[in-house]
């Protein structure tokens, strides 16, 4: 329940910071400062997200290859490219948070 409670503040809090960004007529100091805030937020969450799954991927792949160490390297491999499909989620998180700082396009 603590963690639902959690989830959802944040969720509020991290609209409302995005929503004051972009409702701005013209680029101040305030928008602009927003914007960054709700950048290095947002890249800060994915990239806790993909580290708790990369986490959680490495833990089942040793767990694996623990109890059947003749199938560790289809598991190794799997691993990867499962890590690859993970990291590209957090790639696309930081590109977005360069376009909302360098080409915003609400500005």
């Given at each position: 329940?603590?963690?639902?409670?959690?989830?959802?503040?944040?969720?509020?809090?991290?609209?409302g910071t995005a929503g004051v960004a972009f409702a701005?007529?013209?680029?101040?100091?305030?928008?602009?400062?927003?914007?960054?805030?709700?950048?290095?937020?947002?890249?800060?969450?994915?990239?806790?997200?993909?580290?708790?799954?990369?986490?959680?991927?490495?833990?089942?792949?040793?767990?694996?290859?623990?109890r059947n160490p003749e199938v560790s390297g289809k598991?190794?491999?799997?691993?990867?490219?499962?890590?690859?499909?993970?990291?590209?989620?957090?790639?696309?998180?930081?590109?977005?948070?360069?376009?909302?700082?360098?080409?915003?396009?609400?500005?």
């Open positions: 329940m603590r963690k639902l409670l959690l989830t959802v503040l944040n969720t509020v809090v991290l609209l701005a007529d013209k680029l101040d100091s305030a928008s602009l400062g927003f914007t960054c805030l709700a950048a290095a937020i947002g890249i800060g969450i994915s990239a806790c997200g993909c580290g708790v799954g990369m986490g959680l991927g490495l833990k089942a792949a040793c767990e694996g290859v623990a598991i190794t491999g799997t691993m990867i490219l499962a890590f690859a499909f993970i990291e590209s989620l957090a790639i696309y998180a930081l590109v977005i948070s360069f376009i909302l700082l360098y080409a915003n396009p609400y500005a």
